[in-house]
């Protein structure tokens, strides 16, 4: 099993350009079941959760062709095969489910497998299928399976309980198609959301309102295949944020989206890193000393929960006390153990972690529990004294595409060792 060997190596310094978001790119993939035209979508990151959407997708029917080099993908889907999914592969991304709007829309009926994921909580997908039924949809639960079937979709007013991103990108898919109007209120507003209703447009459906609480859907006919350029991954430029923040380095980060990161760029000034917002691109200069901060995750725009943990490395040598709560996922806090492995001083209360500076972190081999709370041990380890080795790293390669060679090129001692 790989792992990521880091040597500390001071300060990192230099350029680095994001990829494309795969939170944007996963929806947009499953979008394309709605057509038997040819899709092709651009900055496509070359992520394990990628590939794995990419079989799924091939398995339901779609043929499609990924240069890993240009990151361009092509997707066409003559015909959805229905059958026997292989259970494991589905098992292993929770954006799989999203194919459940697009394919029955397209055929009235599908037959799929529970999704999985992070292990970061319980994840379950009632308001998905609350959407579905309030479209028309019967479900049924068996073997774990799930299918949902109706003759014609219907369009309604729906109120999700909670903003869930992935319930609002599902329901918005299945009612682009269904007949009529449906209102989403309650709707996630997460930049993705936008990313999708501006794809579904272009494809030929009627969405307002997106990257607000209510998004209102007119439905249509049919879909043409069009080209999509993903929009820019705020996840991981948050994370090399965070990266220069606890190098007490100096990284210009290329192909951002400002008003996608502000909360994170607010928390940075607020504990003394310096931003200068450039256009596209953001430089973060933390040469000074870090003060310890509060952070609360919540729905967009608030701070987000996919960058809790990279936050969290921060506070580990910040100076004085830090808070972070956790609103979104009841365990979102599995790599406070490992933290604990290098010398952090943290303290977990159900959703609360209270974090004491320390003068200095140790490295240790670790484990990567999560996607993002692996890559906050790897942004630990660069600022701790000694060698650290972090194990599981497959968690991590699911959401960053070439992390180490990224980090490399800003003066990071990173291998992946086998
Ligand atoms: C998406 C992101 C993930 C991010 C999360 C929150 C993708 C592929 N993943 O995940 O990286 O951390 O948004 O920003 O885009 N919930 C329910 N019932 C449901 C659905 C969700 O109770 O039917 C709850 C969840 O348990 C969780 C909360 O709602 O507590 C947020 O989940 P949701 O917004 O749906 O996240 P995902 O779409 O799974």
Redesign the pocket.
């Known amino acids: 099993m790989s792992f990521f060997y880091v040597k500390p190596n001071g300060p990192l310094r230099g350029d680095v350009t994001v990829s494309g978001a ?3 790119v ?2 947009i993939m499953c979008a394309c079941m709605l057509t038997d035209e040819v899709c092709r979508i651009s900055s496509v990151p070359p992520l394990i ?1 990628v590939f794995i959407l990419k079989e799924i997708l091939e398995n339901m029917g779609a043929v499609i062709e990924y240069n890993t080099k240009s990151e361009v993908m092509e997707i066409k889907v003559p015909k959805i095969k229905s059958g026997n999914y292989d259970s494991s592969l589905w098992e292993k ?3 799989s489910f ?1 194919v459940a709007g697009s394919v029955l829309a397209r055929t009235g009926k599908v037959k799929i497998p529970f999704p999985g ?2 292990k ?11 959407g579905f039924e309030s479209l028309g949809a019967k479900t049924k639960r068996e073997h774990g399976f799930i299918e949902i079937k109706c003759k014609e979709l219907k369009g309604c007013d729906i109120y999700l ?9 599902n329901i918005m898919i299945a009612s682009a198609a269904a007949e009529g109007t449906t209102i989403i209120e309650n709707a ?1 507003s ?1 930049p ?1 959301i936008i990313d999708l209703a501006v794809f579904l447009n272009k494809m030929g459906a009627d969405i307002k309102g997106a990257g607000t609480r209510k998004i209102v859907i007119k439905g249509v006919k049919s879909f043409k295949g069009v080209s999509h350029r993903v929009m820019p991954d705020r ?1 991981e430029a948050g994370t090399f944020m965070a990266a220069a923040a606890v190098t007490h380095g100096e990284i210009n980060i290329n192909n951002i989206c400002f008003d996608h990161i502000k909360s994170a760029a607010s928390k940075l000034e607020e504990c003394g890193v310096r931003i200068e917002e450039k256009g596209k691109s953001i430089l973060v200069d933390a040469k000074g000393e870090i003060k310890g901060f509060d952070i609360k995750t919540l ?2 725009p608030g701070f ?3 960058m809790q943990s990279v936050f969290m490395s921060i506070m580990l040598k910040a100076r004085g006390t830090s808070i972070v709560t956790e609103t ?3 365990n979102r806090f599995m790599h406070v153990d490992e933290m604990k492995k290098m010398g952090a001083n943290i303290k977990t209360d159900g959703r609360t972690a209270v974090v004491e500076g320390v003068k200095k972190l140790t490295g240790a081999k670790v484990k990567a529990c999560d ?2 709370g692996g890559a906050s041990l790897v942004l630990s380890a660069l600022c701790a004294e000694g060698d650290s080795e972090i194990s599981d790293i497959y968690h991590i390669e699911r ?1 960053y595409g070439n992390f180490d060679e990224k980090l490399r090129s800003l003066g990071a001692i990173i291998e992946k060792r086998e």
Do not use: W
Request: aromatic letters at 6%; glycine letters at 8%; one cysteine or more.
């Open positions: 795969k939170n944007a996963l929806p959760d991304i929770r954006a999203l994921g992070c970061i909580g319980s994840r379950p997908v009632d308001l998905h299928i609350k309980d909670f903003p869930s991103v992935g319930a609002t990108e996630a997460e993705e996840i729905p967009f987000p929960t996919d979104i996922f009841e996607l993002r959401g």
